[in-house]
Antibody, heavy 117, light 109 residues
């Protein structure tokens, strides 16, 4: 089965750090750009970051640049999101998603919940 | 990088059509034909409904159709069915980043 599985979420105090992981399976991970999207409780979706196939290019939503870092390890079929200086407003479900089509997120993981409190 | 504007809610009776709008600017929706729409049920993962404005992934019924005019994209759901009741989000490429819409809750009366 083609799937993405996130992990690493949990409860963290304001100012703390957390590293999210996402493992892809059932497809050639290194062929695809990857992205993180988040959704605060009861709120809409927010695009967070994306990373090129070999990790050479990374893009972020302006509001998070400097605190969040996206990275990947193709040998482990994994993409990561390092989150620093966490704030209450970062509380959300964080989804890992694949750019399976140009400019289109075609597959999403189940998400991992991050609570900053 | 403000969110694209969607009306908070839309509704229709079974069999009717409903159209959801997604308004951006000349830097995002108006500049690129890279608008996608997602359907999300409560507590579930978003599902891709349309991409590149009007294209549908395999398996998505042709009751769902996307279009665009200027800075506004649209998703039309024809022949509404009970299972279409969900939240719908648009997203547009904006050159160096992506922007989601605020979301529209579709209710089937």
């Amino acid at each position: 089965d083609v799937q993405l599985v996130e992990s690493g979420g949990g409860l963290v105090q304001p100012g703390g750090s957390l590293r999210l992981s996402c493992v892809g399976s059932g497809f050639t991970f290194s062929d695809f750009w990857m992205s993180w999207v988040r959704q605060a409780p009861g709120k809409g979706l927010e695009w967070v970051a994306e990373i090129e196939r070999d990790g050479s290019e990374r893009k972020y939503v302006d509001s998070l640049r400097g605190r969040f870092t996206i990275s990947r390890d193709n040998a482990k079929n994994s993409v990561y999101l390092q989150m620093n200086s966490l704030r209450a407003e970062d509380t959300a479900i964080y989804y890992c998603a694949r750019f399976g089509l140009p400019f289109t997120l075609d597959m999403w993981g189940q998400g991992t919940m991050v609570t900053v409190s | 990088q403000s969110a694209l504007t969607q009306s908070p809610s839309a509704s229709g009776s079974p069999g009717q059509s409903v159209t959801i709008s997604c308004t951006g600017t000349s830097s995002d929706v108006g500049a690129f034909n890279y608008v996608s729409w997602y359907q999300q049920y409560p507590g579930k993962v978003p599902k891709l409904i349309t991409y590149d404005v009007y294209k549908r992934p395999s398996g998505v019924p042709d009751r769902f159709s996307g279009s665009k005019s200027g800075n506004t994209a649209y998703l039309t759901v024809s022949g509404l069915q009970a299972e279409d009741e969900a939240d719908y989000y648009c997203i547009s490429f904006a050159g160096s980043h992506y922007i989601f819409g605020t979301g529209t809750k579709v209710t089937v009366l």
